[in-house]
Structure formats: structure tokens, C-alpha cells
């Protein structure tokens, strides 16, 4: 069934199986907001005299049910139903008879999907950045617990400087609070309403849009109703910038993850059962779950650039291109957030090697401590710079130095600042209320 279709008008098949596409499947994800939106527009409708009250409260009342049928997992787009919008107005239509025809009123499939979508993207947004909190509570607490165990620190991969554990996690809190700004930017452009747009151009109907923003707990409407169809695209876009950036973090760590547990390095261990074996080689115990969690986050990464090359030479209006955005975004939102939780789960276990930089061939690691020294005795920096360097050309029983470190500015090995860093997250996530 058509919405749009005409008495003794038909598809071709397979032009209608080309341009459904996948689209049924992504509709169920849409389909308690499809409802929801409905909910307010029949509401809205009532309220402007466009439906009676009778009517108006028995095609809430079914859509409820309906509501609950798809909390309960009951609800399915049946065969020869072109979407969702066709499948509640159906249901509705078998349950309620000819009031449940009232409810298009005012209303194109376009406003309508440009609705269910903001609310979808509006709940999946705030459910990752429940997921980001909860990573970073537990870098938090890492980054105390293991503050005071040292690591080496890398510039080309090559050995640099001392680090710590309490940096290393603590630094990958810090960039989840930058993340989350960039999520809350395409937070604040998916709480704007579209519904009451139509296909773009509004309607001759008195609606009420500032009723259904209220309804819908959106902080604004799109106000003009070209710019609330062309915000289609554009918002997909914004949400996956911002599932980038942390996957982009989670991609890094990621690969942090993988070296340091290599045997040449072999800072970090897990328990068996979150690592895999090899089929040929009994020794082995892979790090699959980074390895898949960087290969996801880079995908996810390459998001907002599909998205763009979609909707880059479309002109304002709507089009049938964006109905893809939902195949790409859609189960990049589902792959963060399992990457998110593996994380979670991975680095609850994480085990910490001893003393790392008793190892020989950390020596090195302390020489801008020896030149530190120096420059407090009285040397110049140059000075002291070129007498250690001459010193480690020498070889390394020329290089003496006490492993002993004073770090103590913000942000250093002995003042991590994790509480601020606390305080900035509080900040972010004050901008999704």
C-alpha cells in the first residue's frame, strides 16, 4: 500500500523493489518515533479544528497501542507496505476506521521522516554520549589507580621521555570531553522540529508548529520550511562528524592497545578470555578486539565523507538520494556504540606491567631530566643540551642518571589534573539538556 497511489495506478516491480531499497529495515529503528510524531501531529491537528475531538483522542489512543506493540517487538512492516509511515497509518486506519485517514492532513512523507529522524538521531546521540560517559569515568579511575606506574613515552616511535599510566589513560578522558563537543553541536541541529514543513513549502492549514515542538520537547522549530527539508542530509552529516571524533579517539586507543601489548613491549596484558588464539602458533594471544575496534573506528570515520559525496550537488528541495543517508549512518551509530562497550570491557581487565623502565633500554628516556638538572645548576640550556648529547655519543656507561623524576605543572606525571578534566566533562554534558 501507497500512501500516494492512485485508483487503478500500479509500480512496476521492479522499479518499487529499486527504490524501497533497504529502506524497510532501517524503518523499524524510525518506527516509535514515526508514532510519537504522529501522536503530536493528531494532537496539533485537534487543537487547530482540523480533526475533531472524538477523533482526535481515538487516533491517539490507537496510535498507544501501536506504540506498545513496537515496545513489545510486535510490530512489522508487511509485505506489499511501501514504509512505516504506510504501515502506521494502515494499523491505525484497520483499528479505528476512517478517523485514522485525518491524520495526513497537513503533512507530507517528507516533514514526516524529517521528524521520525531527528527524534531517532536526538535519542541516539544522548544514548552514545551516555556510552562515552561511562568509558570515561573508567579512564578516569584508571588514569588514579595507576597513576604512579611509569611507561616510556614516544615521539616517531622512537623513546622519548618518561610517561605514566595516569597520563596515558587520563589523556584519552580528556579527548572524549572534546569529542562530546562535537556532539553536542549536531545534538543542538537534531532538536530543531520539521514537522508542519510539508514537502517543503508548508501548508494552507493553520498548524500550529510551535504546539508540536512543545509536544516533541524540541528546543526550537525549523523555522522556515525550505530550510527544515534542507536540513535533510545536512543533520545526518553533523551526527556522524560527531560519532567520528570518538571514534577517532577510540581508534587511537585502539592501536595504543595493540603495540603495548606486543612482546616487544609488553606493558599491558588481558585475561585469555578477552584475547584469541592462532590456529597454528599455541602462544598466541591476539588483541582481535582492538584490532576490530580500530578497523570499525576508522570506518566510521570515513562517515561524514559519504555523506557529503550523497548530498554534495543536491539543490534545496527533496530528493530521493536521501533516503541512503539512513544506510550509511544508521549502522554506523549501532558500531560505536559496540566499540564503546568493547572498550569498556577490555580495559576493565587491563593488567599493568611492573617497573617497565628498569628495562636497559629505557636509559635514554632520562636524559632532558639530566639536562634539567643541569640548567638548574647554573648551566644554559644550550650548554647543558650539548654535554648530555656528547655524553650519549659516548655510550651509554657515559649517560648516568638517578631515575628520578619532579614533574608537578598542570598536567604532568605528578599532577595529572584529572579533576578538572572532570569538571570540563560536567561542562560538556551540560550542552544535552
Keep these: 500500500m501507497k500512501l500516494w497511489q492512485k485508483d487503478n495506478a500500479s509500480t512496476n516491480e521492479l522499479i518499487e523493489k529499486f527504490t524501497v531499497g533497504r529502506d524497510k529495515e532501517f524503518d523499524l529503528l524510525l518506527a516509535r518515533y514515526d508514532v510519537q510524531g504522529s501522536v503530536a501531529h493528531v494532537k496539533m491537528l485537534q487543537e487547530a479544528g482540523l480533526m475533531t475531538k472524538a477523533d482526535g483522542e481515538q487516533a ?44 495526513h492532513s497537513g503533512r ?60 596515558w589513560f587520563g589523556a584519552y578522558a580528556e579527548s572524549l570531553t572534546d569529542d562530546l563537543e562535537m556532539l553536542a553541536a549536531a545534538y543542538h541541529v537534531a532538536n530543531k522540529n520539521p514537522l508542519g514543513s510539508g514537502a517543503g ?51 587511537k586507543l585502539a592501536m595504543d592497545a ?50 557529503t559525496l550523497l548530498i554534495n550537488n543536491l539543490p534545496s528541495g527533496y530528493h530521493r538520494d536521501l533516503q541512503l543517508t539512513k544506510e550509511i549512518l544508521f549502522p554506523a551509530i549501532e558500531e560505536l556504540k559496540a ?45 647543558a643540551y650539548r654535554q648530555v648529547g656528547n655524553d650519549i655519543e659516548k655510550g651509554a656507561f657515559n649517560f648516568d642518571y638517578k631515575k628520578q623524576l619532579h614533574h608537578t605543572h598542570e598536567g604532568s606525571i605528578g599532577n595529572l589534573c584529572n579533576d578538572l578534566i572532570v569538571e570540563e566533562m560536567r561542562k560538556v554534558l551540560g550542552k544535552f539538556a
Aim: glycine residues 6%.
Design 108 to 167: 507530507s512523507r517528507n516533514d514526516q521522516v524529517a521528524v521520525d529522524l531527528k527524534l531517532y538521531l536526538r535519542a541516539e546521540i544522548l544514548n552514545i554520549k551516555d556510552e562515552v560517559k561511562g568509558l570515561f569515568d573508567l579512564l578516569i579511575d584508571q588514569s588514579e589507580k595507576y597513576k604512579d606506574k611509569l611507561l616510556p613515552g614516544y615521539t616517531h616511535l622512537q623513546i622519548a621521555m618518561p610517561s605514566s599510566f595516569g597520563l
Design 339 to 383: 566499540c564503546i562497550q568493547m572498550a569498556v570491557l577490555m580495559l576493565s581487565h587491563i593488567s599493568i606491567k611492573d617497573n617497565i623502565l628498569d628495562d636497559e633500554k629505557y636509559r635514554y628516556l632520562f636524559s632532558v631530566e639530566a639536562v634539567n638538572e643541569l640548567v638548574n645548576k647554573g648551566i644554559s640550556f644550550r650548554d
Design 201 to 251: 513549502y508548508g501548508s494552507s492549514f493553520p498548524l500550529n508548529r510551535t504546539l508540536t515542538t512543545q509536544l516533541l520537547q524540541f528546543a526550537s522549530p525549523h523555522y522556515n520550511s525550505v530550510y527544515a527539508q534542507m536540513s535533510r542530509g545536512k543533520t545526518e552529516k553533523l551526527v556522524a562528524t560527531g560519532l567520528s571524533t570518538v571514534a577517532a579517539t577510540l581508534s
Design 60 to 103: 491517539v489512543k490507537g496510535l498507544e497501542i501501536i506504540l506498545g506493540d513496537i515496545d513489545q517487538q510486535k510490530f512489522t512492516i508487511e509485505e506489499g507496505i511501501e514504509d512505516v509511515h504506510s504501515q502506521v497509518e494502515y494499523l491505525l486506519t484497520q483499528r479505528i476506521g476512517e478517523a485514522g485517514k485525518k491524520i
Design 258 to 307: 595493540c603495540l603495548y601489548m606486543n612482546q616487544n613491549f609488553g606493558f599491558i596484558s588481558f585475561p585469555n578470555e578477552l584475547t584469541t588464539g592462532s590456529s597454528i602458533m599455541p602462544h598466541k594471544k591476539n588483541p582481535d578486539v582492538f584490532e576490530l575496534i580500530r578497523a570499525k573506528c576508522n570506518r566510521i570515520q570515513s562517515t561524514p565523507n559519504e555523506l
